[in-house]
């Protein structure tokens, strides 16, 4: 009976011995390596959205950091704020939002983030779902006016972009197309990180040569979501909406790189990784095409986050030797 | 051998430290389903009061006619009976109502507070002591009920019992009037009174001790 209790036998082996650690990849160093990663859609929101983006993206970081502090202290834990996991939160929170939805969608959805999507779970590390994205699909639903394509348009704005409709609502609405490069410099409404596609593969792939974001991930959402862009075009030949613009368009790239990657909601071993990109890249396909929303990476990767543990358990690495 | 509560001690229990909601995680269905409103919510904390204390009264009665393969079907009819007595009542005179809670009524036939308190006390207890169960489980009831709802109302629409309390400009939080709202305002007030209890049974502790 005592051996029985000290035996202890690991779940989930991630792969085979030695397992080395690593004292230059703490949760410090990776979510700097965030922050560095996030800096040109930062700025390029900036540049596009002007004081709309420092707005939203000052409540939303504050947001969290407060959210943080206050949620640690109610579970009298040392609050984890030097870790930046909560700023990275408040960021990609906040560059998801719509630079001109109202205060308030920023603080509750930065206390939803923190308080729902991750301690209710028990901390950093410990979440099933990508905080960001749970703080934001609660306000998304709560707030649907707001939050919802309308949301994204103000006739009377000081920031040319924001009167316009965004590219995919647009084409959702009235067929109009946007031009390639425009979607490819980030010249367009939308929320406030995902409108320039050049930004958002450059910080992805410095994260992916940092090896800070599973490079599996984001290539496995593009191809899919190109492959399933690509047979929607055969089906449809006359649509002036082609692969390129889905991929350049709304949140793909953005979601694919900085939301997908969260190594704490995202699958351990390398196939599982690929695979939870190809299962959002296709859900955002499918959202895209036959759901009443314009874009669907949000609930993609909330989707794949649910199913996580299950590809986790799909692809545990068999040790050399083990009997299946 | 544990004394068994009075009376009094059994109504006391029902309201917070055995609340059915809150502490047995019973009667969840009506729970979710009927406290995206006040007067919704304390409707059926009302029916379900009703229900449940001539159920045990009733149950109490006879519980020496009982056999024991049979009880359940007899508690089922006995429930039943009152309920259809309450879905009537309702429909009689308070038809709107009767028409916003729809099935819900009719499902207290099912609700697993009910049953339980047939079965744990009202079918081996004294008429009085299954009477002043019932009442402490139905004010629980009533309780977790209202304190959902009242939670629900006015994140979701800004107002208690229909009644605007919220200035105009309140942003209605959409979502807490759905389902999703349900199951969250749940969760958090389990967790607020898993540590009320939690913190009051430490303070019971220490003072023993």
Redesign the interface.
């Known amino acids: 009976m005592k051996a029985e209790q000290t035996q202890y036998t690991p779940v989930i082996h991630v792969s085979p011995a030695p397992h080395l650690s690593s004292r230059d990849l703490t949760t410090r160093k990776m979510m700097r390596d965030v922050l560095l990663g996030l800096s040109p859609v930062v700025f390029m929101a900036l540049y596009v959205f002007h004081w709309y983006a420092v707005k939203q993206l000052m409540i939303c970081l504050l947001g969290c950091l407060a959210a943080e502090a206050l949620f640690m202290k109610m579970r009298a834990k040392s609050a984890t704020l030097n870790d930046y996991s909560a700023a990275v939160t408040g960021i990609i929170l906040a560059l998801s939002l719509p630079g001109a939805a109202?205060w308030?969608i920023g603080v509750?959805a930065s206390v939803v983030a923190i308080g729902?999507g991750k301690v209710?779970f028990g901390g950093i590390g410990m979440n099933i779902f990508n905080p960001a994205m749970v703080g934001r699909a609660?306000v998304m639903?709560?707030?649907?006016g707001?939050m919802g394509a309308p949301g994204y348009e103000q006739i009377h704005a000081t920031v040319d972009v924001i009167t316009r409709a965004t590219p995919m609502d647009a084409f959702k609405q009235t067929g109009a197309v946007a031009s390639l490069d425009s979607l490819f410099w980030g010249l367009t409404n939308g929320s406030l990180g995902e409108t320039s596609a050049l930004a958002c593969i450059l910080g992805g792939l410095y994260l992916c040569v940092r090896r800070t974001a599973s490079w599996q991930i984001p290539a496995g959402t593009v191809v899919t979501a190109a492959a399933l862009a690509g047979i929607a075009n055969l089906v449809h030949p006359e649509s002036n909406w082609t692969a390129l613009h889905h991929l350049l368009g709304g949140s793909l790239l953005f979601g694919a790189f900085f939301i997908a990657t969260d190594p704490v909601t995202s699958p351990l071993t390398p196939k599982g990784k690929f695979i939870f990109g190809i299962g959002v890249g296709f859900f955002v396909m499918v959202l895209r095409l036959f759901s009443g929303y314009p874009e669907g990476v949000m609930f993609a990767v909330l989707l794949m986050n649910g199913v996580t543990p299950l590809i986790n358990h799909w692809t545990i690495p068999r040790p050399l030797g083990a009997i299946p | 051998m544990a004394v068994a509560p009075t009376p009094a001690e059994r109504f006391i229990q029902g309201i917070l430290p055995e609340n059915p909601v809150y502490r047995q995680l019973l009667g969840l269905c009506p729970t979710l389903a009927v406290t995206n409103g006040l007067q919704a919510a304390l409707t059926m904390a009302g029916a379900v009061a009703f229900v449940l204390f001539c159920a045990n009264i009733v149950t109490s009665t006879i519980r020496h006619l009982l056999k024991p393969h049979l009880r359940i079907v007899i508690f089922t009819l006995i429930i039943a009976t009152f309920v259809t007595i309450t879905d009537r009542f309702l429909a009689a005179y308070m038809y709107g109502m009767s028409k916003l809670l729809g099935p819900y009524i009719p499902l207290i036939i099912v609700n697993c507070i009910i049953i339980c308190r047939c079965e744990v006390c009202a079918s081996r207890q004294s008429v009085f002591a299954a009477g002043a169960d019932a009442l402490g489980q139905a004010t629980g009831f009533a309780l977790a009920l209202v304190s959902i709802a009242a939670v629900r109302e006015l994140l979701g629409s800004g107002m208690l019992f229909s009644v605007q309390v919220l200035p105009e400009s309140w942003?209605n939080?959409?979502?807490?009037i759905?389902p999703?709202g349900a199951f969250?305002t749940l969760g958090l007030l389990v967790?607020a009174v898993n540590w009320f209890e939690q913190r009051r049974s430490e303070q019971a502790e220490s003072e023993r001790g």
Do not use: D, E, N, R
């Not at chain 1, 639903?141 to 649907?144: D, G, L, V, Y």
């Open positions: 109202p308030y509750i729902m209710v609660f639903i709560a707030f649907a707001a | 942003p939080w959409v979502i807490m759905l999703p969250m967790g």
